[in-house]
Every structure is written in structure tokens, then in C-alpha cells.
Nanobody, 134 residues
Framework: QVRLLESGGGSAQAGGSLRLSCEASGYTDSAVCMGWVRQVPGKEREIVASIYSRATPYYADSVKGRFTISQPDRRNTVYLQMNTLKPGDSAMYYC????????????????????????????WGQGTQVTVSS
């Protein structure tokens, strides 16, 4: 059973920074496609960033240049460094991981996006709230 545990959410002023962490347990594959998706009440979940092995990380246009996703061991832990935060970044942030056997058919970022839209491709964390005030 794969479990994802997020931490690091909270409140920040506009222009400030927060760092989210996600640790996966129970994942035994050699590489893990992981990412972050965020959701504001009443809106669809949207992918923020994803990372997989040595591939170039994916970023949503709204966070490019401000957020950095990293996966130091290419497996179990993923971080999201969020700089120059804006009030529009306020949301519940969810960590997601894709089943390894699907990655021969899915691009990591597309799979994370599809997970966010409800397609059963992997696992979710419980979410961590980020609130940015102006």
C-alpha cells in the first residue's frame, strides 16, 4: 500500500516563500513519477508541477520561474519550493504519485493531470493548505 504524506503548508505574505514536502512509503519501484496538484473550492484540480527520474520537470505556466520541484533520491521524497508567492497560489496542495507500470503509456505530467481529474492512475496524499495574503 503506497502512502503519501505532505507537510510544509501554512500561511505566507505575498512575495514570501513556503516549501512543501511529500514522502512516499510502500513504493518499491526504481523511479517514481510524482507531482503536486492544487485545488481551490469550486474549481477543478490543476497540476502545479511534476517530476520523474532524469526528465525535465514540468511546471504550470502560472508557477514557472517561481516554483521548483525536486526529487533528490528520484524515488520517495518530493519537494515543492514556492517563492514569490501570490494570493492566487492559495489552495489545498496535494501530492500525487503515478503507478510505475503506467509510465510506458503515460507522460508523467499528463498522468499527474489525469490523476487530478479523477482518473485512477495512482495515489494521493491528504493535502496541505497554503494561504497567501496580500
Amino acid at each position: 500500500q503506497v502512502r503519501l504524506l505532505e507537510s510544509g503548508g501554512g500561511s505566507a505574505q505575498a512575495g514570501g516563500s513556503l516549501r512543501l514536502s511529500c514522502e512516499a512509503s510502500g513504493y518499491t519501484d526504481s523511479a517514481v513519477c510524482m507531482g503536486w496538484v492544487r485545488q481551490v473550492p469550486g474549481k477543478e484540480r490543476e497540476i502545479v508541477a511534476s517530476i520523474y527520474s532524469r526528465a525535465t520537470p514540468y511546471y504550470a505556466d502560472s508557477v514557472k520561474g517561481r516554483f521548483t520541484i525536486s526529487q533528490p533520491d528520484r524515488r520517495n521524497t518530493v519537494y515543492l519550493q514556492m517563492n514569490t508567492l501570490k494570493p492566487g497560489d492559495s489552495a489545498m496542495y496535494y501530492c500525487a504519485a503515478v503507478r510505475y507500470d503506467l509510465l510506458s503509456r503515460w507522460k508523467c505530467s499528463d498522468a499527474i493531470q489525469a490523476l487530478g481529474r479523477g482518473t485512477n492512475l495512482g495515489w494521493w496524499g491528504q493535502g496541505t493548505q497554503v494561504t497567501v495574503s496580500s
